[in-house]
T-cell receptor, first 114, second 112 residues
Framework: KNQVEQSPQSLIILEGKNCTLQ??????????LRWYKQDTGRGPVSLTIMTFSENTKSNGRYTATLDADTKQSSLHITASQLSDSASYICVVSRASGGSYIPTFGRGTSLIVHP | DAGITQSPRHKVTETGTPVTLRCHQT?????MYWYRQDPGHGLRLIHYSYGVKDTDKGEVSDGYSVSRSKTEDFLLTLESATSSQTSVYFCAVKQGLNQPQHFGDGTRLSIL
């Protein structure tokens, strides 16, 4: 079964601290992995995309890693800001019939306190 | 901003009534998607479209139908709404297979 598991479910950190979110998946055949940020009351917004051959991708203070052998990814947030408070969703897509079918994780809820 | 508008943004209706949600895009994206988001679940794909009049089912399509008669509009219909369809519905679009999906801000639907 194609699944995406994220941990922790929720996380509270102080402003300025770093944190790392985890994503494990069983989706097959693997096509790509994306991390999205979803602010409360808004739709998700893409942060990074990684394909099979990539193991690190950065977008400002966000750095995603991918280990395709162990089927794990992480999202590291450096020097957190209050605006980082959001849900972070890992999405793994598989190729199917000429299209890419995404499977979404449940998300990690991050709260950054001043 | 991918020019996505979902309407209505909020709706309350009664069990058994028909409901249609609209997703409108202004940037000529080829692919369009409807998802639902519920507590304890990730976003789940209901239906998607890969062109005008070309649609396919997602993992939770039962009780839903879609139509895409124009590139810019993708309609989601609940023929006879049930309380289990109370959810937040998101539309997403993308231009090509390897492009990211761009999401609307959702429609909060409550079925009493």
């Amino acid at each position: 079964k194609n699944q995406v598991e994220q941990s922790p479910q929720s996380l509270i950190i102080l402003e300025g601290k770093n944190c790392t979110l985890q994503c494990n998946y069983t989706v097959s055949p693997f096509s790509n992995l994306r991390w999205y940020k979803q602010d409360t009351g808004r739709g998700p917004v893409s942060l990074t995309i990684m394909t099979f051959s990539e193991n690190t991708k950065s977008n400002g203070r966000y750095t995603a890693t991918l280990d395709a052998d162990t089927k794990q990814s992480s999202l590291h947030i450096t020097a957190s800001q209050l605006s980082d408070s959001a849900s972070y969703i890992c999405v793994v897509s598989r190729a199917s019939g000429g299209s890419y079918i995404p499977t979404f994780g449940r998300g990690t809820s991050l709260i950054v306190h001043p | 901003d991918a020019g996505i508008t979902q309407s209505p943004r909020h709706k309350v209706t009664e069990t058994g009534t028909p409901v249609t949600l609209r997703c409108h895009q202004t940037e000529n994206h080829r692919y369009m998607y409807w998802y639902r988001q519920d507590p304890g679940h990730g976003l789940r794909l209901i239906h998607y479209s890969y062109g005008v009049k070309d649609t396919d089912k997602g993992e939770v399509s039962d009780g839903y139908s879609v139509s895409r008669s124009k590139t810019e509009d993708f309609l989601l219909t609940l023929e006879s709404a049930t309380s289990s369809q109370t959810s937040v519905y998101f539309c997403a679009v993308k231009q090509g297979l390897n492009q990211p999906q761009h999401f609307g801000d959702g429609t909060r639907l409550s079925i009493l």
